[in-house]
């Protein structure tokens, strides 16, 4: 298991991005959150096999169908928070 920070840049807020992320994060069997910022990107912390989290990474490139990701910063760390499920915060 592996935690990972990541944060999204580029048009990623208000175009479902949020809610595709959870999908896909639930379809890996990752646990973590998302969720806007007030910079217009959008961050997320996840944990999982490393594997699954380098797939949801990939993911995180493309994002929703209307999204247009520029960059992907992501952190790795060998320390969990021991994350229940994957939620979307406000």
Same mark, same amino acid.
């Given at each position: 298991?592996?935690?990972?920070?990541?944060?999204?840049?580029?048009?990623?807020?208000?175009?479902?991005?949020?809610?595709?992320?959870?999908?896909?994060?639930?379809?890996?069997?990752?646990?973590?959150? *998302?969720? %806007?910022?007030?910079?217009?990107?959008?961050?997320?912390? *996840?944990?999982?096999?490393?594997?699954?989290?380098?797939?949801?990474?990939?993911?995180?490139?493309?994002?929703?169908?209307?999204?247009?990701?520029?960059?992907?910063?992501? $952190?790795?760390?060998? $320390?969990?928070?021991?994350? %229940?499920?994957?939620?979307?915060?406000?």
């Amino acid at each position: 298991m592996k935690h990972i920070s990541i944060t999204i840049y580029g048009l990623v807020q208000g175009v479902s991005f949020r809610y595709y992320a959870k999908e896909k994060a639930e379809e890996l069997d990752i646990c973590g959150w *998302v969720r %806007n910022e007030s910079d217009n990107s959008v961050h997320i912390e *996840v944990e999982g096999e490393e594997e699954n989290l380098k797939e949801f990474i990939a993911w995180c490139h493309q994002g929703s169908p209307s999204a247009q990701p520029k960059k992907v910063d992501c $952190s790795f760390s060998t $320390s969990l928070k021991n994350f %229940n499920d994957f939620e979307i915060k406000f």
